[in-house]
């Protein structure tokens, strides 16, 4: 947070440090394994929730954040006196009832003084666009500019991923229009979209290996122009295979700018270990 504007994300965002070096206040939703609760990013790190992901016997479940805890973080960046406008931006609303949470709390707070925006994104998504989103107002842009440009980048954002296998998407009830792949949860690598912000199906693979060479392929391929788009590339506990999709990425298409996201427990409780993706706004 900076100057007149404050900018608020939820933990789906994935942005880790970035979140502090961008200036974004973050607004963690929980993680449940069994009786213990968690909250993202505050009380349990990626570290510890992928090593309880691998030995928890019940698996983890997650809520969103209450309307409260947003109502208390607009409170605070209002009363303080930090900020004279709040941009909110948060996971697709087919995904989660953040957003909605987030909007209940506008409204109960100072709706003028809160633009609550659905992203129709996640993870990088949200990350790349809370980045440009500071990058604006610094550069002297208004609320509503800033507001306008996004709504203009959104429908832009671009996300692909692949995932060693469906369970833990099947498992977290996050698995919509892509039913037809459980049958062959074993058998085939995925390579997932984000798409009108759910989670559908690109393309399926027999083998890890080449999702994630089909992966760099297909984002490579919706980008035309080298220098002309800002990159994300995401993953969980995969730092090795994130770098080399990176060193792909930008080999190929020069990015105006490369971020790298790790995907924290929220995210991570759907996609599991192993996961990559590339996030991009042509």
Do not use: W
């Amino acid at each position: 947070m900076s100057g007149r504007f404050a900018i608020v994300t939820d933990s789906t965002a994935d942005m880790g440090p970035l979140a502090a070096e961008a200036g974004v206040s973050v607004v963690p939703l929980t993680i449940r394994f069994g009786n213990e609760e968690f909250r993202d990013g505050i009380d349990l790190t990626s570290e510890q929730f992928y090593a309880m992901l691998a030995t928890s016997p019940q698996p983890p479940i997650t809520a969103q954040p209450t309307p409260a805890a947003f109502e208390a973080e607009y409170r605070r960046i209002l009363n303080e006196g930090a900020a004279e406008h709040v941009l909110s931006l948060h996971v697709s609303s087919a995904l989660s009832g953040t957003f909605n949470s987030a909007s209940l709390a506008a409204s109960a707070v100072d709706p003028a003084r809160i633009s609550v925006v659905d992203t129709r994104s996640v993870s990088a998504g949200i990350a790349m666009l809370a980045i440009e989103a500071r990058a604006r107002f610094e550069s002297g842009a208004s609320p509503a500019e800033v507001l306008e440009a996004l709504q203009a980048d959104i429908p832009r954002v671009e996300l692909f991923a692949t995932i060693p296998n469906l369970t833990y998407l099947a498992r977290g009830g996050r698995i919509g229009g892509l039913r037809g792949l459980l049958g062959n949860v074993l058998k085939i690598v995925p390579i997932l979209k984000v798409e009108d912000g759910a989670v559908a199906e690109q393309a399926k693979v027999r083998t890890f290996t080449r999702a994630v060479d089909q992966l760099v392929e297909t984002a490579i391929a919706h980008i035309p122009v080298k220098g002309s788009a800002r990159v994300a590339i995401l993953h969980s506990v995969a730092p090795d295979l994130a770098k080399s999709v990176g060193e792909r990425m930008r080999a190929a298409v020069a990015p105006s700018s490369l971020i790298t996201c790790e995907i924290g427990p929220t995210v991570g409780t759907h996609a599991g270990p192993g996961a990559v993706g590339v996030c991009f706004i042509p």
